[in-house]
Antibody, heavy 118, light 110 residues
Framework: EVQLVESGGGLVQPGGSLRLACAAS????????MSWVRQAPGKGLEWVAN????????YYIDSVKGRFTISRDNAKNSLYLQMNSLRAEDTAVYYC???????????WGQGTLVTVSS | QSALTQPASVSGSPGQSITISCTGT?????????VSWYQHHPGKAPKLMIY???KRPSGVPDRFSGSKSGNTASLTISGLQAEDEADYYC??????????FGGGTKLTVL
């Protein structure tokens, strides 16, 4: 059974940093792209970033370019999102998802809440 | 990277059919047959319902179907059931090699 478990969320002040992690199990992690998707309170889903199997390609939504970095450790079956210079508008539940690219995001974690507030 | 356009809400009675539209551009929906639909019950993980415009993952009832014409994709749910009440999101691969979601549609089963 595919499992994705996010961690690392919490309360952080504007301008601060946070690192999210996603532990993957139940599938061959090295075969798949992975994505981060977020949902701000009362808003819809927003794709944030994705990363190729070997980490050689990474793509981001414009609003996080230069502030967020997606990475992965295939030896640990883990996905990460380093978030710097956080803003109030980054407040959201962050989900990691297995990214089939053409075939969609076919497995999702339960999400971790990030709150950016003073 | 503007969000795809979906109606904010739709509703239907049990047994009826509803269709949710999703309008993009020639850089996303119009360019690729990589449209997906997700069902999201609040507080739970989103669930993939349709991928590559028309395909259903294993376990998704055939009451759910997808289509596309030009820059607009559609999700149709036939034989509405109470458990279909949820938020639905479309998404598309884009020419920037990113994904873009629609704003979401709240489905109410009357």
């Amino acid at each position: 059974e595919v499992q994705l478990v996010e961690s690392g969320g919490g309360l952080v002040q504007p301008g601060g940093s946070l690192r999210l992690a996603c532990a993957a199990s139940g599938f061959t992690f090295t075969r798949d792209w992975m994505s981060w998707v977020r949902q701000a309170p009362g808003k819809g889903l927003e794709w944030v970033a994705n990363i190729k199997q070997d980490g050689s390609e990474k793509y981001y939504i414009d609003s996080v370019k230069g502030r967020f970095t997606i990475s992965r450790d295939n030896a640990k079956n883990s996905l990460y999102l380093q978030m710097n210079s956080l803003r109030a508008e980054d407040t959201a539940v962050y989900y990691c998802a297995r990214d089939g690219v053409a075939v969609g995001l076919d497995h999702w974690g339960q999400g971790t809440l990030v709150t950016v507030s003073s | 990277q503007s969000a795809l356009t979906q109606p904010a809400s739709v509703s239907g009675s049990p047994g009826q059919s509803i269709t949710i539209s999703c309008t993009g551009t020639s850089s996303d929906i119009g360019a690729y047959n990589y449209v997906s639909w997700y069902q999201h019950h609040p507080g739970k993980a989103p669930k993939l319902m349709i991928y590559e415009v028309t395909k259903r993952p294993s376990g998704v009832p055939d009451r759910f179907s997808g289509s596309k014409s030009g820059n607009t994709a559609s999700l149709t749910i036939s034989g509405l059931q109470a458990e279909d009440e949820a938020d639905y999101y479309c998404s598309s691969y884009t020419s920037s090699r990113t994904q873009v979601f629609g704003g979401g549609t709240k489905l109410t089963v009357l």
